[in-house]
């Protein structure tokens, strides 16, 4: 996986539009990890952290834009390009993504003094929506009509159950326990879903390898190139 995250990365200046998109990147890793601070801070944190995935899944957009090319599609790279390479990218990212919410936890609990005792609970609802994401991107560039009414369809419900479970927990408490303990349990389950969201995506985009690129799923300028 490392590999492929190295490979990933240092082939990423090759891919379409990449100046605009580090430039929307880090404008959005901005922006948003205040929301995510003030939404540990009131018990909201979902929103934060959903928009902070965004960011995560800009690299492997850009790396799906270089299958675009004929160059690519005749290496021996072609079909690392569009299964493990992507797939360890993302998964790379969102772990990356996801310890800056446990530490945005720990430095508001140092603040305050506590850990909430939701805080556990909000950790796991946010990397069982994070492996949706990588589940989704695993089909999206093959099917992206289908996979995208999915999402559209599934994600709203995983979110009302996450505000409910969190509502829930606020009356009876962290399954995890409380303190820094149950906070560092919370995030070690957490990244061990996002390791199984990244296999789970690598085993969807081996699964529709052989499909054609889906244009919808490429910026307007490539579709002309599918």
């Given at each position: 996986m490392i590999n492929n995250w190295k490979l990933g990365?240092?082939?990423?200046?090759?891919?379409?539009?990449?100046?605009m998109n580090i430039i929307v990147g880090i404008v959005m890793l901005l922006l948003n990890i205040p929301v995510v601070i003030a939404g540990v801070m009131s018990d909201n944190q979902l929103l934060g952290?959903?928009?902070?995935?965004?960011?995560?899944?800009?690299?492997?957009?850009?790396?799906?834009?270089?299958?675009?090319?004929?160059?690519?599609?005749?290496?021996?790279?072609?079909?690392?390009?569009?299964?493990?390479?992507?797939?360890?990218?993302?998964?790379?990212?969102?772990?990356?993504?996801?310890?800056?919410?446990?530490?945005?936890?720990?430095?508001?609990?140092?603040?305050?003094?506590?850990?909430?005792?939701?805080?556990?609970?909000?950790?796991?609802?946010?990397?069982?929506l994070m492996v949706l994401i990588m589940a989704y991107l695993g089909s999206a560039y093959k099917y992206f009509a289908v996979s995208s009414l999915f999402l559209c369809l599934v994600l709203p419900i995983f979110m009302n159950m996450g505000l409910s479970g969190m509502s829930r927990m606020n009356r009876i408490g962290n399954p995890f326990g409380r303190g820094g303990l149950a906070l560092a349990l919370a995030a070690f389950s957490g990244f061990a879903m996002l390791a199984a969201g990244g296999l789970l995506q690598y085993l969807l985009s081996l699964l529709f390898y052989r499909a054609p690129l889906s244009k919808m799923a490429q910026a307007a300028p490539l579709r002309k190139e599918l």
């Open positions: 990365i240092k082939i990423l200046r090759y891919a379409h539009g990449i100046k952290g959903y928009m902070l995935m965004c960011v995560g899944m800009l690299p492997t957009q850009m790396i799906y834009s270089l299958s675009a090319s004929n160059m690519v599609l005749t290496t021996t790279y072609r079909k690392k390009i569009q299964t493990s390479v992507p797939a360890s990218l993302t998964c790379g990212n969102m772990m990356l993504l996801y310890l800056m919410n446990v530490l945005i936890y720990g430095i508001v609990a140092l603040i305050q003094g506590t850990v909430r005792d939701s805080a556990g609970t909000e950790l796991l609802i946010l990397a069982i």
